[in-house]
């Protein structure tokens, strides 16, 4: 059953999400295989996003969405929601629907970046492995 999950969460990455083939690459093993123990969208932005966070006020759609915890819905409410004010707290991104614990290691906003540390990611790492 999990393994059904990973494949059709692979499919909405590259379907809904936009990831080409070889951005979707990572998150494979050297076997081939998709991990059971972590999310691929997880396991993409640890790769792609570690260095380079998103800025919640100025990402566009498509950069949004490749953010744990922002879907499509919630990106929309992002971009809606700047149209008003700027996004400064965690409470905004939780009331339009973001997981903020899943988000919190990839994206940044004035006053906020993440911590270099990859502490943050190793217990969102953990975290997932439990649910």
Request: glycine share 6%; aromatic share 8%; charged share 30%.
């Given at each position: 059953?999990?393994?059904?999950?990973?494949?059709?969460?692979?499919d909405w990455l590259?379907?809904?999400?936009?990831?080409?083939?070889?951005?979707?690459?990572?998150?494979?093993?050297?076997?081939?295989?998709?991990?059971?123990?972590?999310?691929?969208?997880?396991?993409?932005?640890?790769?792609?996003?570690?260095?380079?966070?998103?800025?919640?006020?100025?990402?566009?759609?498509?950069?949004?969405?490749?953010?744990?915890?922002?879907?499509?819905?919630?990106?929309?409410?992002?971009?809606?929601?700047?149209?008003?004010?700027?996004?400064?707290?965690?409470?905004?991104?939780?009331?339009?629907?973001?997981?903020?614990?899943?988000?919190?290691?990839?994206?940044?906003?004035?006053?906020?970046?993440?911590?270099?540390?990859k502490q943050l990611?190793?217990?969102?790492?953990?975290?997932?492995?439990?649910?």
């Open positions: 059953m999990l393994r059904a999950h990973r494949l059709y969460q692979m590259s379907r809904i999400y936009g990831y080409s083939q070889d951005e979707i690459r990572p998150a494979f093993d050297q076997t081939g295989n998709l991990s059971l123990d972590i999310d691929p969208k997880l396991m993409l932005a640890l790769d792609q996003l570690e260095d380079d966070p998103v800025d919640i006020n100025n990402a566009d759609y498509a950069h949004l969405i490749r953010v744990p915890g922002i879907g499509p819905t919630s990106a929309k409410r992002i971009l809606d929601q700047r149209m008003r004010h700027r996004i400064d707290a965690w409470r905004d991104l939780h009331a339009m629907g973001g997981v903020v614990k899943r988000a919190k290691a990839f994206v940044g906003f004035s006053g906020y970046r993440p911590e270099k540390s990611k190793l217990d969102m790492i953990q975290d997932d492995r439990t649910a």
